[in-house]
């Protein structure tokens, strides 16, 4: 199976973050909000919206072992 563009493209963002700092995979953070964006979220509040109540779908392409993060984890990893 062909793995999905945006699980690749999100797979390509380099994560510079601190390792202690990583509690989300820096491709979920990025999957998680390019997939909400196409779907209409246009706030960090809104991205953490959607990824709660897609968590079912989101999980057939990648491992939420942490859950879903928070806005603010968006707002950080997204606006660096």
Same mark, same amino acid.
């Given at each position: 199976?062909?793995?999905?563009k945006?699980? *690749?493209?999100? =797979?390509?963002?380099?994560d510079? =973050?601190? &390792?202690?700092k990583?509690?989300?995979?820096?491709?979920?953070? !990025?999957?998680?909000?390019l !997939?909400? !964006?196409?779907? %209409?979220? %246009? *706030?960090w509040?809104?991205? *953490? !919206?959607?990824? =709660?109540?897609?968590k079912?779908f989101?999980v057939?392409?990648?491992?939420?072992?942490? %859950?879903?993060?928070?806005? &603010?984890?968006?707002? =950080?990893?997204?606006?660096v």
């Amino acid at each position: 199976m062909e793995e999905n563009k945006l699980l *690749t493209f999100a =797979r390509s963002i380099p994560d510079i =973050r601190m &390792d202690m700092k990583k509690l989300h995979l820096a491709e979920n953070v !990025v999957f998680i909000a390019l !997939v909400a !964006v196409i779907c %209409g979220a %246009g *706030t960090w509040e809104g991205i *953490t !919206v959607f990824g =709660r109540s897609k968590k079912n779908f989101l999980v057939r392409f990648i491992k939420l072992e942490n %859950g879903i993060p928070s806005q &603010d984890t968006f707002n =950080r990893f997204l606006t660096v």
